[in-house]
C-alpha cells in the first residue's frame, strides 16, 4: 500500500522521464512505451497501487488512450497540477482520471469543463459548442454520468444564438436516427428541454421515410420517452402532424400496435384542455411587412384575428414605419381565406392605444377600428368574459411564482353558462421557460356525455388578454400570449410579464438573465384582469 501522502501534490517535474525512476511502463497502442515511478502514480491513483503491490505488476495497458493524453495524466501525477489539457486530449485525460481513481483529477477535469462552457459566447462556433455536447455524451456513454450534460443543458437554453446551435446538433444527431445509440437520444431530450417539438418534428421525417410496417427501435424509444404533453402544449400543430404520420402506418408487430394504442388513449385525455400558447415576437420583427406575414401565418404562430392583430401591433409600436396601402384588404382576404371570426369591438376599443402611441400604430388602429369586415359593431353579442381580477402588484407575485386555477363561465355561444378551468402554472427554480398556461373543461359531461364520442371532444376556442384599469380611466387591454414567458432584468431585482413597454434591441433581450424593461412595479393602483374572448 502507499504511504500515506495527501495529492495532489508536486513530486518535481524533472523526475519525469528519469531512467532510474521509470520502474512502471505504460504500454501504447503505437509506439514506444512510457516508463514511470509506480509510487508517485500510485499515490495518486489507488488502482495503480493495487496493481502495482498487490499483484505485482510492472506494465499497464494504456491502448485505449492516445499518446498526448498519457503524457499528461503522468505529468499531473507528478505535478499536482493539470497543465497540458486541451480539447484535443481532454476526452482520454478525463477517462483516464476515472478509471484509475484519480478523484482529485477527476474534479480538475470537471473544472476544465466548467471553464470551457463558461468561454463559450455568441462568437463561439458551431463545433466548439458541439465539442461540449460530444463529450457530455461520451461521458454518459463511457462513465455512465450524466453530470456533464447537466451543466450543457442550460447553457444550450441560455440565448436564442445557443438555442439555435442547439437545433441543428439535435436535428444532426436525429438524422441517423436508426443508427444513434440511446445515449445520444438521452442527450437530445434533455438539451431540448420544453422544446419536445424540435425532435417530433425529426422522429414525423424518419416516420414517413421509413417502412409504414413497422418502427425501428429508436422510434419506439422517442415514443416512450418524449414528453408529448408539452409538445402538444407548446406546438399543437406538430402535435397533430405525429399522431397523423402514425394513423397512415400499417403495424404488423404487435408491440408496436400496443404501443400506439397507448400514445393515442393518452392523446385522448389531452382533448379536454388546451393550452396558451406562449409566443415570442422578436423573430419576426427584422422582416419587412409582406414576409412578415407569409411567415406568422405558414409557422401557425397566427391563429386567429386577435393574435394577428396582438403582433401587428407589437411590431407597428416600435417601429414607425409606412403602412402598406391595402394591408386592411390584406387582413381581409387572411380572414376569409382562413374562415376567422371578427374582432370583438370591446377588444379593439380598449386596445392599447395611448398618447405614446406612433402615427403609423394610431393609423393602423383606426383603419382596423373602422373595418365592418374585421371588427364587430357595438350593440353585437360580445364574447368577452373576466376569468380572474388581481389588486396592483400582488398580480405580477401571484401569477409567477404560484401555481393556480381559476374557474369561469361564458356568457354566450354554444359554450354559455358552461364551467371552464384556467390553469397557471408558476415557474420551476425561477425557469421562464417552466412558466404555461391552459385552460380545461370543468365537467366532463360537456365533452363526454353531450357530445357523445370521440371525434367530438371539443373545446371553444379562446383568445386571453390582460385587462388593466386605472382610478378615473377606462380599462385597457394588453397581449399576454405574443410575451408569454416572464422576463428579467440581470440583477433579477424585478420581472414582468404580459405586454413588453420597451422594445427589445434584439431578441436575445426577451430571455432571462438579459437586461429587461420598465419594471411594472409601480403600477400598484390598477386592477388587473385575466380575460379572455372566444373565438368563432
Known amino acids: 500500500m502507499a504511504p500515506d501522502v495527501s495529492v495532489p501534490a508536486n513530486f518535481g517535474r524533472h523526475h519525469i522521464g528519469a531512467p532510474s525512476h521509470g520502474n512502471l511502463t505504460f504500454n501504447m497502442k503505437e509506439g514506444a512505451p512510457i516508463k514511470a515511478n509506480s509510487i508517485i502514480l500510485s499515490l495518486n491513483s489507488p488502482v495503480i497501487d493495487n496493481l502495482t503491490t498487490s499483484l505485482h505488476m510492472t506494465s499497464v495497458d494504456v491502448e485505449d488512450f492516445s499518446r498526448e493524453a498519457v503524457d499528461c495524466f503522468i505529468e499531473a501525477s507528478y505535478t499536482g497540477e493539470l497543465e497540458e489539457v486541451n480539447v484535443g486530449n481532454f476526452r482520454d485525460v478525463n477517462k483516464m482520471s476515472h478509471v484509475f481513481e484519480v478523484s482529485w483529477l477527476v474534479a480538475k477535469c470537471q473544472e476544465f469543463f466548467v471553464s470551457y462552457l463558461g468561454k463559450l459566447d455568441r462568437e463561439s462556433s458551431y463545433d466548439d459548442i458541439l465539442f461540449a455536447v460530444e463529450e457530455a455524451v461520451f461521458v454518459m456513454s463511457a462513465l455512465k454520468k450524466r453530470n456533464f450534460l447537466e451543466l450543457v443543458v442550460p447553457k444550450l437554453n441560455s440565448t436564442f444564438y445557443f438555442i439555435s446551435q442547439r437545433d441543428i446538433i439535435i436535428n444532426q444527431f436525429l438524422s441517423n436516427l436508426g443508427t444513434i445509440d440511446k445515449y445520444q437520444l438521452d442527450a437530445c431530450i434533455a438539451i431540448a428541454r420544453s422544446d419536445v417539438h424540435v425532435l417530433v418534428q425529426n422522429l414525423i421525417v424518419h416516420i414517413k421515410i421509413g417502412p409504414k410496417n413497422r418502427l425501428d427501435e429508436n422510434m419506439r424509444y422517442l415514443l416512450k420517452n418524449l414528453d408529448l404533453n408539452a409538445c402538444y402544449r407548446m406546438k399543437p400543430d406538430v402535435h397533430e402532424k405525429l399522431f397523423s404520420a402514425l394513423k397512415e402506418m400499417s403495424l404488423s408487430e404487435t408491440v408496436d400496435f400496443q404501443l400506439i394504442i397507448n400514445l393515442f388513449e393518452r ?81 379593439i376599443d380598449n386596445f392599447v392605444n395611448g398618447p405614446n402611441s406612433n402615427q403609423s400604430y394610431n393609423k393602423f388602429h383606426n383603419l382596423v377600428k373602422g373595418c365592418d369586415n374585421l371588427v364587430n359593431k357595438e350593440g353585437a353579442q360580445s364574447t368577452y368574459a373576466i376569468v380572474h381580477e388581481y389588486a396592483g402588484t400582488q398580480f405580477l407575485q401571484e401569477v409567477l411564482f404560484k401555481d393556480h386555477t381559476f374557474l369561469f363561465h361564458l356568457p354566450n355561444g354554444a359554450f354559455a353558462g358552461k364551467p371552464f378551468i384556467l390553469m397557471l402554472k408558476s415557474m420551476e427554480s425561477l425557469n421562464p421557460e417552466s412558466f404555461f398556461m391552459s385552460f380545461y373543461a370543468a365537467d366532463d359531461i360537456i365533452t363526454r356525455s353531450e357530445h357523445g364520442k370521440e371525434d367530438s371532444f371539443r373545446l371553444p376556442n379562446l383568445h386571453f388578454a390582460l385587462e388593466i384599469t386605472f382610478a378615473g380611466k377606462v380599462p385597457t387591454i394588453y397581449p399576454i400570449s405574443w410575451c408569454g414567458y416572464p422576463i428579467r432584468n440581470k440583477k433579477m431585482t424585478y420581472w414582468e410579464w404580459g405586454y413588453l413597454r420597451s422594445s427589445p434591441t434584439r431578441p436575445d433581450d426577451m430571455l432571462p438573465g438579459n437586461e429587461g424593461h420598465r419594471p411594472w412595479l409601480n403600477c400598484n393602483k390598477g386592477i388587473y384582469r385575466l380575460i379572455c374572448f372566444q373565438v368563432t
Not at 385522448?268 to 422582416?287: M, N, Q, T, W
Not at 412578415?292 to 401565418?297: E, G, I, S, T, V
Not at 403602412?323 to 377588444?347: A, M, P, Q, R, S
Request: one cysteine or more; charged letters at 30%; proline letters at 1%.
Open 267 to 347: 392523446r385522448s385525455l389531452e382533448k379536454i384542455h388546451a393550452p396558451i400558447v406562449c409566443r415570442v415576437y422578436g423573430k419576426y420583427f427584422d422582416l419587412d411587412l409582406k414576409d412578415m406575414f407569409d411567415k406568422l401565418l405558414k409557422n401557425h404562430a397566427v391563429t386567429n384575428l386577435y393574435s394577428l392583430f396582438e403582433v401587428l401591433w407589437l411590431r407597428l409600436s416600435y417601429w414607425n414605419e409606412k403602412l402598406e396601402n391595402d394591408i386592411i384588404d390584406k387582413i381581409v382576404d387572411i380572414k376569409t381565406e382562413c374562415g376567422w371570426c371578427k374582432l370583438d369591438h370591446k377588444f
